[in-house]
């Protein structure tokens, strides 16, 4: 009975532990997406009422895409969440998009669905300043007014400190913007800047255009746009993409990098760069000297990198510049650019057309593909090798020898015949899989990691099985139970390492050579 009366209040006592306990972890690292609408840290307290600390900004006016500096400073604190939002309906999701200046002290978040709209701490290191650039959306209110919550230790914090109010011309405001800097200017560069967005219902009519995903809107988040419009004697070009870096696009006359020639947008300080350059022999770019592209434009805003520019068809004086009346291969790749515009090794594989396409011939909208047919081909036919038909083959000789001993095909026992029809097959497969990345490649790959070396020895290995299979003592032979076990070590061996390689490969970078930073 007294076990009985323990038991409830043992429960009761857990339960109160972990409504206590739970709040404590806080979000040291700024994970705070949970806080979006609200902008409350979860910390089982009540905010302060005087805020300590102050924002700043570096204008008053705005026109979208321009881009705002944007200072929180104060007293010592730990963390801290800055948004913008519409200064009429302060309840509304963030908008527009931040850029960092410090990445060690600052992160980008993704709220309401607007990607990098918020920006919070990354640890709880002490910190007394804090810079970041906002970039107004396309479709910003008049006023937009920013706020922030400042957390000084886990008990003592503010929430939605109000910030200057930031206005488009015209707009009538009711009240000064606050704490704005006496020497606040405008930050408008209407000469580069967007003055609508891309549109891709020209494609396949009056435009050519690739897209990943297929039919996707530039003006969405997960969209990677490339554009071409011929306009007389020069083609218009528009490239759109999730790029907190640089975009870039290349034509190229074969499906390898290099030799190449090559157009870059790189973010640099809450800016775009556009600029030329060529690709050598899969090495760092080459940016030219003299930039040939004219009517340049770019915008920053809700996460997406956007620049469009025009160029000659023909630039015979221009070396490096292709003719674009020519057919090629074309190249969508993006990446990380650090502070000054150094450009970073992008990070996954270029998106790469299927064929060669004129792009000043008929306009058509396609797709492309991050993975080369060749190296799909290798992976598919490695899979089947070594995930299906080698399975099948170890389950027929393992649990069928028993069951087909008294059956026989073509002279031999059933199991024995399927067994090695199955292992044949795998060698064949695996042996013309082998090859796909060399003829592609045209040579060793240097940026496949241990890939390659777990390939050529599981290579090696079926290959040794096989001869291995085809001197098999007979059934009573005295050296008959040394070749089981060198039969089955060496078939393990091979299954295990193909498995480890498979696995290796998810992120293989083969279209490259070295590159560091530039």
Request: with cysteine; charged share 15%; proline share 6%.
């Amino acid at each position: 009975m007294l076990q009985q009366m323990e038991l409830p209040g043992l429960a009761f006592a857990v339960w109160m532990l972990i409504c206590f306990y739970a709040p404590v972890g806080g979000y040291p690292n700024g994970k705070v997406r949970e806080a979006c609408t609200s902008m409350v840290p979860c910390h089982g307290s009540s905010p302060q009422l005087s805020p300590e600390h102050t924002i700043t900004v570096n204008g008053t006016e705005f026109k979208p895409g321009d881009s705002i500096e944007v200072h929180l400073s104060g007293p010592v604190f730990e963390g801290f969440f800055i948004q913008a939002r519409d200064a009429e309906h302060l309840e509304s999701p963030a908008l527009g998009s931040f850029m960092l200046a410090d990445r060690g002290a600052s992160q980008l978040l993704t709220c309401a669905h607007t990607k990098n709209s918020a920006v919070s701490h990354t640890s709880k290191a002490k910190k007394k300043h804090i810079k970041v650039y906002w970039i107004a959306p396309g479709n910003a209110p008049k006023r937009v007014q920013f706020l922030a919550t400042v957390v000084k230790k886990y008990k003592i914090f503010w929430v939605k400190i109000p910030g200057p109010i930031v206005s488009q011309p015209n707009a009538l405001s009711p009240t000064p913007p606050l704490h704005a800097t006496s020497g606040a200017v405008s930050t408008s560069h209407p000469v580069s800047y967007l003055s609508k967005p891309f549109n891709a219902s020209s494609c396949g009519r009056t435009k050519f255009c690739i897209r990943n995903p297929s039919n996707c809107d530039p003006e969405s988040a997960s969209c990677f746009f490339l554009s071409f419009q011929q306009e007389g004697s020069s083609v218009f070009v528009e490239m759109s993409g999730p790029s907190e870096g640089y975009l870039a696009f290349a034509l190229s006359h074969d499906q390898w990098m290099g030799d190449d020639d090559a157009y870059l947008c790189v973010g640099e300080d809450h800016r775009v760069r556009t600029i030329t350059a060529y690709l050598k022999e899969r090495s760092p770019p080459v940016l030219d000297s003299e930039n040939a592209l004219e009517d340049v434009s770019w915008r920053l805003a809700d996460g997406l990198l956007q620049c469009s520019f025009r160029r000659s068809i023909r630039l015979p004086a221009h070396k490096g510049r292709f003719n674009l009346d020519a057919s090629y291969y074309i190249f969508l790749a993006d990446g990380e650019a650090s502070e000054g515009g150094v450009i970073h090794k992008h990070r996954q594989q270029p998106l790469i057309t299927n064929g060669i396409y004129n792009i000043t011939g008929l306009p058509q909208d396609i797709g492309g593909s991050r993975s080369p047919r060749l190296i799909k081909a290798h992976g598919t036919l490695m899979f089947i090798a070594w995930i299906t038909t080698v399975s099948i083959g170890v389950i027929v000789a393992r649990f069928f020898k028993p069951v087909w001993s008294y059956s026989f095909l073509f002279g031999k026992e059933m199991w024995f015949q399927v067994h090695r029809m199955l292992m044949l097959t795998t060698v064949m497969l695996t042996s013309i899989s082998f090859v796909l990345p060399f003829i592609y490649r045209g040579g060793w790959s240097q940026q496949a990691g241990f890939h390659p070396y777990l390939g050529c020895t599981v290579m090696a290995l079926a290959i040794f099985q096989a001869l291995m299979a085809g001197f098999r003592p007979s059934r009573h032979a005295p050296r008959r139970q040394l070749f089981n076990w060198f039969h089955w070590c060496t078939g393990t061996a091979a299954r295990i390492l193909a498995g480890i390689s498979i696995s290796s490969c998810l992120k293989i970078d083969l279209l490259a050579g070295k590159w560091g930073d530039h």
